[in-house]
T-cell receptor
Framework: DGGITQSPKYLFRKEGQNVTLSCEQN?????MYWYRQDPGQGLRLIYY???????QKGDIAEGYSVSREKKESFPLTVTSAQKNPTAFYLC??????????????FGDGTRLSIL | QQPVQSPQAVILREGEDAVINCSSS?????VHWYRQKHGEAPVFLMI?????EQKGHDKISASFNEKKQQSSLYLTASQLSYSGTYFC???????????FGTGTRLQVFP
């Protein structure tokens, strides 16, 4: 079955530590996205990528980094510079970015907490 | 620039109807609707592309008034499975990324 796989489901970070969240898709989608979800604030875009080896900052990119070396993979690193990383992180993909009739497909999310 | 959803929360009995509104300050090319159950991934419901367009999905339908930059989601004869948080995602002109609203939490009771 095609879909998006996020791992791990739960992640704990110590102070000063970088952690990486995995996102893999087998839908052959060009575009991939990372969102952060906090209670009562909906989904906020961190980074997105329309093609391999290219990505753009979203609305809340500070303290995060990404890479897109393969079409199917879009890992997100939460760096120590992100002072409030506790949140639910969602990865999504779409056939292409920006086309108005293309839905986004989401993974099951990673819940990150501070130790 | 985040679209405003109203109401923030709705409580229904099975069989009752509800309307969720999404309003943007920007001119919109399209509006997406998603439903998310607690702790799960958001699930795509529908996309509205043109001003005045209406779409339906089972007993869930939506309209998009391009001139008013507003969309409404209509849930008819609600079922227990409709419970969850509904998000609109708006795509303004000349952008390539969705902007999501803060969500409307819907709870349906027997």
């Amino acid at each position: 079955d095609g879909g998006i796989t996020q791992s791990p489901k739960y992640l704990f970070r110590k102070e000063g530590q970088n952690v990486t969240l995995s996102c893999e898709q087998n839908l052959n989608h060009d575009a991939m996205y990372w969102y952060r979800q906090d209670p009562g604030q909906g989904l906020r875009l961190i980074y997105y990528s329309q093609i391999v080896n290219d990505f753009q900052k979203g609305d809340i990119a500070e303290g995060y980094s990404v890479s897109r070396e393969k079409k199917e993979s879009f890992p997100l690193t939460v760096t120590s510079a992100q002072k409030n990383p506790t949140a639910f992180y969602l990865c999504a993909s779409s056939i292409v970015a920006g086309y108005s009739n293309q839905p986004q497909h989401f993974g099951d999310g990673t819940r990150l907490s501070i130790l | 620039q985040q679209p405003v959803q109203s109401p923030q929360a709705v409580i229904l009995r099975e069989g009752e109807d509800a309307v969720i509104n999404c309003s943007s300050s920007k001119a919109l090319y399209s509006v997406h609707w998603y439903r998310q159950k607690h702790g799960e991934a958001p699930v795509f419901l529908m996309i509205l592309l043109k001003g005045g367009e209406q779409k339906g999905h089972d007993k869930i339908s939506a309209s998009f008034n391009e001139k008013k930059q507003q969309s409404s989601l209509y849930l008819t004869a609600s079922q227990l499975s409709y419970s969850g948080t509904y998000f609109c995602g708006t795509l303004p002109y000349n952008t390539d990324k969705l902007i999501f609203g803060t969500g409307t939490r819907l709870q349906v009771f027997p």
